[in-house]
């Protein structure tokens, strides 16, 4: 993989306490790539659809995205993701308070990777994410022993 191919992370996240808790587990968890948060799901599409340095011109990214925005529901967002070309093979991991059965099913029959309730299990969170082999396929983690 080369260094400009690198994924990025982009964070969906209205609430500022909830995005700086898994900004910091996510480096806890020794992940080092680029992180882009967006507060609403405006400048979030706008970036992941339009940017020229955005993910669908730029390359890989990984999105983690909450379902309740301030401008649109996150599953309008997922759904946009997933229907285009260049970006639906990028994972996308919902994090969210609502545990409602068909808010969850829908979201996997929408295509999300993972979906998490919050209050996160940081741990959990870290571990669902490696097991699903998402960060492993497509995001760079420095190797044990390597500084």
């Given at each position: 993989?080369?260094?400009?191919?690198?994924?990025?992370?982009?964070?969906?996240?209205?609430?500022?306490?909830?995005?700086?808790?898994?900004?910091?587990?996510?480096?806890?968890?020794?992940?080092?790539?680029?992180?882009?948060?967006?507060?609403?799901?405006?400048?979030?599409?706008?970036?992941?659809?339009?940017?020229?340095?955005?993910?669908?011109?730029?390359?890989?990214?990984?999105?983690?995205?909450?379902?309740?925005?301030?401008?649109?529901?996150?599953?309008?967002?997922?759904?946009?993701?997933?229907?285009?070309?260049?970006?639906?093979?990028?994972?996308?991991?919902?994090?969210?308070?609502?545990d409602?059965?068909?808010?969850?099913?829908?979201?996997?029959?929408?295509?999300?990777?993972?979906?998490?309730?919050?209050?996160?299990?940081?741990?959990?969170?870290?571990?669902?994410?490696?097991?699903?082999?998402?960060?492993?396929?497509?995001?760079?983690?420095?190797a044990?022993?390597d500084?």
């Amino acid at each position: 993989m080369n260094a400009h191919e690198t994924v990025a992370i982009v964070m969906i996240e209205d609430d500022e306490g909830h995005a700086r808790l898994i900004e910091k587990n996510i480096r806890r968890a020794g992940i080092r790539n680029e992180i882009r948060h967006f507060a609403d799901g405006t400048s979030a599409l706008a970036h992941l659809l339009d940017d020229p340095a955005g993910p669908r011109h730029g390359g890989p990214a990984l999105v983690l995205l909450d379902l309740n925005l301030p401008d649109m529901s996150g599953t309008a967002i997922l759904e946009r993701i997933k229907q285009d070309e260049s970006l639906r093979r990028a994972p996308v991991v919902v994090l969210t308070t609502t545990d409602d059965k068909l808010e969850v099913a829908r979201c996997y029959d929408l295509g999300c990777n993972v979906y998490i309730t919050k209050p996160v299990n940081y741990d959990s969170f870290s571990d669902a994410i490696r097991q699903l082999g998402l960060f492993l396929a497509v995001i760079q983690v420095p190797a044990i022993g390597d500084d």
